[in-house]
């Protein structure tokens, strides 16, 4: 079948082949991706009980929806030909793993854990596997488990029999079949606790419990006799770790564990400390981006959505870090351990799961996981309406600070049950403008607006779209894309609206607080502003970079360091929020420091334009201008007519002595202000590098009366620090009230 077509699949190669299927790696033509091809064995395509055990393991996949569960996309036929369409997975099956010979207890126990994960998401769901095996489960190359192949799946009933093909024969695989199902008795979940029981046998000793191969031995052996303890194969293997093996294998099903919950404790009371105990150190956690189980690229908008929803739910609770949307999206689709994410991110836990939004429904799963051993301590998956949505999201929160054992202040406990349902497509229009928004290209920002405003069209009452739209607009400002004036008028009519349907929302308070110090030059209401935001979500990390901004043009150089630092606690792969620290080092004149942090953000992000040009402003101050007026030169070579680079390589060479290049600068400056885009603050700063107070003065009053934005430093930029006892320099600073 190579090269043939079904439908919109293109066959490419085979995967690998059993008694109940052929599995195929194809192309989706339509989507443009590949994917896995599950159709029946030769022998059976004539077979109708055949095909409605495919077609059952397509109805019984779309019930689940959990990270360690191979995902279905699509069941279709072509030509007579039924098939599935699955992720396409990549590394090795657990019977190719241990073809070499057996694992460690500690990665038996590792793999374990989130077989039994898998196994309790389709139990909840009333789902039984009934055929787990070491070729239905995957491990992909970070060492994740995947269970497949529930063609055998059976829905829980009061009387759920054993598994038989039309003739009346067993089917399925016999060394890991429960007594009861070998027997074509009735079975429950216990059934694939024994399979599981089995997979950890294997896996640690490298043998089956019951080695017979012919077959009657083999079920005499399954219904008659127990297996030999896993120490007489392997004596290093612990007391504990056998006891737990030997009850999940008992004959009688009464014997076993009751449920996968018992199994999980089981298997995390070997991995080392009670469960309670590590999850009471969970301090500190990131939220990896959630998987698009839709497999159609165009969804991604919403994963990403749903993943920057639940950090931000999850940012409301104060005695918990956790790491912002930006740092978190660096590690879409890495293939990384877990551990080493963990120690980059400097923090305790892991939060990795998978989204699916179908029609008006959306499903969400999440696991969460010891960040030092890669420990799995929590599972779970949820269900809802997407009006419902905001609900979903605070009770994947709720579930998860219960889990780490956080305690909740009376208003966390009170805003994280505040939902309200949400209009759908309002929904999704804001989750494509904030995927939009996020890239920060201008472009990008220009389309969010668009996408922003349908949300609102869509459902007037949605403060979030409002408060979208008012980041939109600041960043086109703050990015000299359109006249500042006119972007912040917007960004405040879109914030105060936000604000009255929902006076709890802190990315709007944020944005007030930026309009207040930027617009309206208020340092007392800015500050109102910003606190409020922070106390109603303190893990936002775009907050805390703009307070502590707010706080260096207070003059507050101590304060806004500790806050900034906190950002970049929160946010450790943004590099606009790495700057903040260097920022305030800055203006408290601390500037060989400055220099020292600025240069490890640009080194850690080659290439960020505004990092650049921070560090070129630092190395100015701290007297290296030759250094300072190369990187300036380098950064207008390649980002072009950057206005902060303009304006720093024009005082660079002020203060050089290089007048002629340090007054085109100037003239450069002044085309922008002629456009609505230049500062009339930079040319004055040029000035005073030429030693032209007079003129300098003339241009900050020229500022004063074109509302120049960079006027919110006036008290505090080391450049004006030669005019600071004019009378004139002390009128116009009169007017921006900053020190609050």
Not at 316 to 340: C, D, F, H, N, W
Not at 634 to 648: E, F, I, K, L
């Amino acid at each position: 079948m190579i090269g043939e077509a079904l439908s919109h699949y293109r066959i490419l190669a085979p995967l690998g082949a059993g008694g109940m299927g052929v599995v195929y790696r194809a192309r989706d033509e339509r989507l443009e991706r590949e994917v896995a091809l599950k159709l029946l064995p030769p022998g059976a395509v004539g077979d109708e009980s055949a095909r409605r055990r495919l077609r059952h393991e397509a109805v019984a996949l779309s019930r689940l929806n959990h990270p360690a569960i191979a995902t279905i996309y699509a069941f279709d036929s072509d030509r007579d030909t039924d098939f599935l369409v699955m992720e396409l997975l990549a590394g090795q099956t657990l019977a190719e793993r241990l073809a070499p010979g057996p694992m460690s207890e500690a990665e038996a126990v590792a793999l374990g854990l989130q077989i039994a994960e898998a196994l309790g998401a389709a139990h909840e769901q009333g789902v039984v596997h009934r055929d787990l095996k070491p070729s239905n489960v995957m491990i992909n190359p970070r060492g994740r488990a995947k269970v497949l192949d529930f063609g055998l799946a059976r829905l829980l009933g009061p009387a759920s029999a054993g598994v038989t093909s039309a003739s009346g024969e067993i089917v399925g695989t016999l060394a890991y079949m429960a007594p009861e199902q070998l027997l074509g008795r009735a079975v429950d979940a216990r059934a694939d606790l024994y399979a599981l029981g089995a997979l950890l046998y294997e896996m640690a000793t490298g043998r089956r419990p019951h080695p017979e191969t012919e077959l009657a031995a083999l079920t005499y052996a399954v219904v008659h006799t127990a297996p030999v303890a896993p120490r007489h194969v392997r004596p290093e293997l612990s007391p504990a770790f056998e006891a737990l093996v030997l009850r999940a294998l008992e004959r009688d099903p009464a014997r076993r564990f009751a449920s996968v919950p018992d199994v999980l404790a089981a298997l995390q009371a070997l991995v080392g400390a009670p469960a309670q105990r590590i999850r009471e150190g969970i301090r500190s956690l990131a939220v990896l981006p959630l998987a698009n189980l839709s497999g159609d690229p165009a969804q991604e908008f919403f994963s990403d959505g749903m993943t920057e929803a639940l950090i931000s739910t999850l940012a409301q609770i104060g005695a918990l870090r956790v790491i912002s949307r930006t740092s978190a999206m660096r590690y879409k689709g890495a293939s990384r351990p877990l551990p080493e994410i963990a120690r980059e991110l400097d923090v305790d836990a892991i939060v990795e799961g998978a989204v699916l939004m179908n029609g008006d429904r959306v499903r969400i799963g999440a696991t969460l996981i010891e960040g030092a051993t890669d420990r799995h301590l929590w599972a779970r998956s949820y269900e809802r309406e997407v009006r419902d949505v905001l609900a979903l999201q605070s009770e994947v929160a709720r579930a998860i600070a219960d889990e780490v054992r956080v305690r909740l202040t009376p208003g966390e406990v009170s805003r994280l049950a505040e939902t309200r349902p949400v209009d759908p497509d309002a929904y999704r229009l804001y989750l494509q403008g904030r995927h939009l928004w996020n890239r920060r290209a201008p472009e990008a920002v220009r389309d969010s607006v668009r996408y922003f405003e349908d949300s609102i069209a869509a459902d007037p009452t949605y403060a979030v779209a409002y408060s979208g739209l008012a980041d939109a607009w600041n960043i086109l400002g703050d990015l000299s894309q359109m006249p500042s004036g006119d972007a912040f008028s917007r960004a405040f009519a879109a914030t105060r609206r936000a604000l009255e349907l929902d006076e709890n929302l802190a990315e709007a308070w944020t944005s007030l607080g930026f309009l207040h110090q930027h617009r309206d030059w208020d340092g007392p209401a800015a500050r109102v502003a910003f606190d409020r935001a922070i106390a109603l979500k303190p893990g936002y990390a775009s907050g805390r970079h703009w307070r502590a901004e707010f706080l260096v043009a207070c003059g507050e150089f101590e304060e806004a360091l500790a806050e900034a630092r906190i950002a970049a606690q929160l946010d450790p792969l943004s590099p606009v929020i790495l700057t903040g620290p260097g920022d305030a080092l800055f203006f408290a004149r601390r500037y060989d420091e400055a220099v020292q942090h600025l240069r490890r953000v640009t080194q850690f992000t080659p290439g960020f334009v505004a990092g650049e040009t921070d560090l070129g402003r630092a190395l100015t101050h701290a007297g290296r201008l030759d250094e300072a007026i190369a990187l300036f030169r380098d950064v207008a070579r390649r980002a072009g007519s950057n206005p902060y680079a303009s304006a720093g390589l024009g005082y660079a060479l002020a203060l050089a002595g290089q007048r002629e290049e340090a007054e085109r600068a100037i003239e450069e400056l002044v085309r922008r202000i002629e456009a609505g885009t230049g500062s009339a603050h930079a040319v004055a700063s040029i000035y005073l590098g030429l030693g032209e107070r007079e003129r300098a003065l003339e241009w900050l009053e020229r500022a004063l009366a074109l509302h120049d934005r960079g006027l919110v430093w006036i008290h505090v930029h080391p450049r004006l620090d030669p005019l600071r006892g004019e009378p004139r320099f002390r009128a116009i600073a009169e007017h921006v009230r900053m020190p609050g």
